[in-house]
């Protein structure tokens, strides 16, 4: 069975070293101090790797089961759950208001990267009352946040995000789901959506689900969608439950992974409703729910990497196979390790190397998050937004591609289901999906995010990448290995953004051609930036002699990996680009 | 469900318009007249579509069982099985001295990708059964031919191949299972081999496995392996069946995919079997299997590939889902097909482009193959064992890369089992991992056929690329979009291989470091080359008026695009190359 081998010195590192959390003026980071963060991660390793992933494979095995009307969450959940209750750890970065701790996003993330590597199936149940949490406290009304909040943010009660519909997913102008006001202010839903997340579960007293739908007589499509709250069971004024609300599991999904989440087709049938901020504004909200959702998502994608690459190398070293070309190296033993081989390392350095900068540039994002949320600092806003697609699209396209590699290093037994390889690459293939597919983030990246605020974002973040190869332009160690490439790939990321801009007005076929190789190229340049800055960081930290030498220097040499095998993949990308719209639409529709 | 589509009208366009196999030289080849081809393969694709292909979903869904030694397979394979066995389908190219039909491989091989992508699970019965006739056919005494060949022509009984032991798949030198010869001649075998497809199941009357073993007293390591038909049950003199021997399986694998076939460990206590060919050379032996199913598996990858990508199509085409960014194209219906969006034209031109070619390259390679066996032709067979890890390896690389991109068009919808779709993912799977995982290809292509006969094999591809350009220089149509990004792949592949020849004595590891991205580097070559030739056969025939100008012409804008924007990561593929061994190596092995 597969092993949690939580990341908690590299996170260390990048909380610290290099983001420098401690010392940022974000209000609440002042707490951030590497004992706090460091006592906070040993806490959510334990739970992660002690608690949660033991179940994983049960949660594979077993899946969930419907039977009239009741959902069973495999063998342990339940209980697995009551812990991550009972820590608090559920309301971390929760408002205090409502019950929540209140630390900020990025320590949130660093945990939930653990919990989500541990047990991605299970994670998601507090995940997504995060989500539906998230978008109550942002946009609804004082009443329905004292009432539902409390609850949520000890997941006493869970939450749902109620999206899609049979024949409607990312076009959400289609949806069909009807809310009928009623007298009393509340309205009665009607419909039906699919794909429900722990849309229903045994693990909570009550659900509570957010769920668009159209008044009628509202706009056509997508301006006509409002935002709702929809409990499984209705909450008196007291607090206690009343009655079962009109509102149903009628199947549940067999996934291709995932399997010990229940994946549901929730049934609305005249259920009793709250609209949550304006009525027709019901996209808004959902966004916030969305944005958070998209780092979330990237988040498991990277955590499932991180899984599985931890159980390669512990594979790698193990397993003996062949012997080194260069002479053995295992003389007592009948065979090397795996790990001599060339072509293994290769494998485990590609991991590595993406992991490793991946985290990196998503505890960056939260941090401006955070810098967002409780500073209203407009910039970091602005850059998170236009790095929230990177984010959810390229961590998930190489984090699947990364427990693709690591099932490899076990030839014939990673195909074997009792090995738990099979689990990464089936779990983490949702994440390129769902929250948005990865061409729809790449078509939020290009077609929105790039050109927003007249491309302000995209320049911020060019500058912030000209500024800090400026500012060490003279450190002998980063100006070949780190600055150069950084500065190559930052060229290529201009040049197609350039070429966007100049074509996509005329033609915008021609940018949406390139979105993919975009959001690819765009990843990259990022992952470059987190190596430079962590050499930085690592480099620093040797100078002031650090007791930790061999970690940092192994810092510099998987940087210098990434900047010399991985991160030149920008150019093909903007080779891609650049040939236009031409090849990719000449084809008629009937041809294919 | 998915439906399959068989490629009959590509394959006879590679055939005829492409490699002109009616005009070869090659012995048996004038049989193949496109009226013949077109007819056998008109009743394959029947076979493929209306009996093989239905039973997909179900093999995969009931898997195989086993309960009291007996393997049973899912319900409907045994009939799938009878009507390819009556139809002659299983003897196609066998030796008509064993009662095959004799027809070349390459017809053969279209044929195979039929069959494998309709239903892989089922097709290996078969497939292994023809792999154990070659190494039996090529390498044991006329008796033992004699004896097994006529009923594993017919599939009567079938065949295995038993290599891999619990602790070795690759390392095949320290393979365990022991040969005792006994005063008959006949040797009693003990061990246990794992991962044996097709070990038991209650299909045929006998199963006759090829066994890797040791006899005792032989060389160490793989120069002491022998290779011994075992059958399950014993064949009397006159060719009726006797006692059970003593071989059984002792449990079924639970697999990420191929469900249908049973994946088995094998038993062997005291069984009688019969060495084929000298005692300690069981090694060439293997290799004739192994050859033919390395490319027989990179024949399944692409046959996943391409049934994933036309149901891909299908429903890009009929799912309506948001607008065209250049204006509406469906304006009656609620919202325009995905097929109009970009992101999802360049995934399916992304398949396509890849499909068609690697179609092309293994049609290409069956000739040579045939060309081999037929006529003795030397340079024909250097090339085409120089091009086989290339054929497995990156075809099943990418193939699998397809089935992921086919799934994604499906979005939320492709990760349903229901939908099928995660089966062809889940399948492909396999066929980066069996004869040989990936990263092997790539080390038998860089470390052993490369250089081998002085380079001899590869001097002939380049020459081939070379005369090919030469020839066709003053093809306006030819130019400027395929000859000059071949010359281009075609240098960056020279470049590869010099600069191997330059380190690789001193340090082999900055070969093997390279060795992935050099197969990779090397498929692309091949499918650029295979393009080329395409473009120029398609331009023929549109210049010979042809009557199906619209197939020809997209299979230039089809080409082109492949020229554009696939072929040009040769580029990136070398620039890694070059990076040498000192990134892929620095690390120490506990500091990953």
New interface residues.
């Given amino acids: 069975m597969p092993i949690y081998t939580p990341p908690q010195k590299d996170m260390e590192f990048i909380l610290h070293d290099v983001l420098k959390v401690h010392e940022s003026t974000t209000p609440g980071y002042n707490e951030l101090e590497p004992d706090f963060t460091g006592a906070i991660l040993e806490e959510a390793a334990k739970i992660a790797r002690d608690v949660m992933a033991p179940l994983n494979e049960v949660g594979d095995r077993e899946g969930c089961t419907l039977e009239n009307g009741v959902v069973r969450t495999p063998t342990g959940f339940q209980d697995a759950f009551d812990t991550l209750r009972e820590g608090g750890w559920t309301g971390l970065d929760c408002d205090p208001e409502y019950g929540g701790q209140g630390m900020p996003y990025v320590l949130n993330a660093a945990v939930g990267e653990m919990q989500a590597g541990a047990n991605m199936s299970l994670n998601m149940y507090p995940g997504l009352t995060h989500g539906a949490y998230s978008a109550i406290h942002a946009h609804a009304s004082d009443t329905l946040k004292t009432k539902f909040l409390p609850k949520m943010v000890t997941c006493e009660w869970t939450g749902t995000m109620n999206l899609?519909e049979p024949?409607?997913?990312?076009?959400l102008g289609?949806l069909r789901t009807k809310a009928e006001p009623q007298d009393d202010g509340s309205y009665k839903l009607t419909g039906q959506k699919?794909?429900i997340s722990a849309g229903e579960h045994d693990m909570a007293e009550n659900i509570i689900h957010l769920v668009l739908a159209k008044i009628p007589g509202g706009p056509e499509g997508v301006k006509g969608i409002s935002l709702f709250i929809v409990p499984k069971f209705l909450v008196k004024e007291d607090g206690t439950l009343g009655a079962r609300n009109g509102v149903a599991c009628g199947n549940l999904?067999?996934?291709?992974?995932i399997h010990g989440n229940s994946t549901c087709v929730m049934n609305f049938d005249d259920a009793e409703g709250y609209l949550v901020g304006e009525a027709h504004n019901g996209l808004r909200a959902m966004f916030t729910m969305m944005n958070e959702a998209r780092v979330g998502v990237g988040l498991q994608g990277l955590s499932q990497a991180q899984a599985a690459y931890s159980n390669a190398?512990e594979y790698?070293?193990d397993r003996?196979?062949?012997r080194a070309?260069?002479g053995t190296e295992n003389p007592e033993g009948?065979?090397d390790?795996l790990?001599?081989?060339?072509?293994?390392?290769?494998?485990?350095?590609d991991q590595?190397a993406f992991i490793e900068a991946g985290r990196a540039f998503l505890l960056w994002g939260a941090t401006m998050i955070d810098a967002h949320h409780r500073s209203d600092d407009k910039a970091a806003n602005g850059l998170v937004s236009l790095l929230t697609p990177v984010m959810k699209g390229f961590l998930t396209d190489k984090g699947?591609e990364c427990t693709?590699q690591a099932?490899?290093v076990f030839?014939?037994h990673?195909?074997?289901?009792?090995q738990g390889m099979?689990q990464f690459?089936?779990d983490a293939?949702?994440t390129?999906?769902?929250e948005g597919?990865?061409?729809v983030q790449?078509?939020d990246l290009v077609?929105r995010k790039l050109a927003s605020g007249g491309g302000k974002n995209v320049m911020a973040f060019f500058e912030l990448i000209k500024g800090f190869i400026k500012e060490n332009e003279t450190n002998e160690v980063l100006k070949d290995d780190f600055l150069a490439p950084l500065k190559a790939a930052s060229k290529d990321l201009q040049a197609a953004s350039m070429f966007f801009m100049q074509h996509g007005m005329k033609?915008?076929?021609a940018a949406?051609?390139g979105?993919?190789d975009f959001l690819h190229l765009f990843g990259h340049t990022c992952l470059g930036l987190m190596w430079a800055q962590m050499a930085k960081a690592a480099q620093e930290s040797l100078d002031a002699g650090t007791a930790d030498e061999?970690f940092m220097q192994?810092k510099l040499?998987?940087g210098?990996?990434y900047m010399?095998?991985l991160l030149?993949?920008t150019?093909?990308r903007l080779?891609?680009i650049m040939?236009g719209?031409a090849?990719?639409?000449?084809?008629a529709?009937e041809?294919?």
Same sequence: chains 1, 2.
């Avoid at 024949?167 to 076009?171: N, R």
């Avoid at 999904?253 to 992974?257: A, T, V």
């Avoid at 790990?339 to 350095?349: Q, W």
């Avoid at 990673?414 to 009792?418: A, F, L, R, S, T």
Wanted: aromatic share 6%; glycine share 10%; charged share 20%.
């Fill in positions: 899609t024949h409607c997913g990312t076009d289609l699919i794909f999904e067999e996934k291709m992974g190398v790698a070293r003996l196979q062949g070309v260069t009948p065979a390790p790990i001599v081989h060339p072509d293994i390392r290769r494998a485990l350095m590595k699947f693709v099932q490899q030839g014939g990673g195909y074997i289901e009792e099979s690459v089936r293939r949702i390129m999906i769902y597919a990865n061409g790449a078509l077609g033609d915008p076929n949406l051609a979105s993919t061999k192994n040499v998987t210098r990996y010399q095998r030149p993949e150019g093909l080779a891609r040939s719209a090849p990719v639409m000449a084809l529709a041809d294919f």
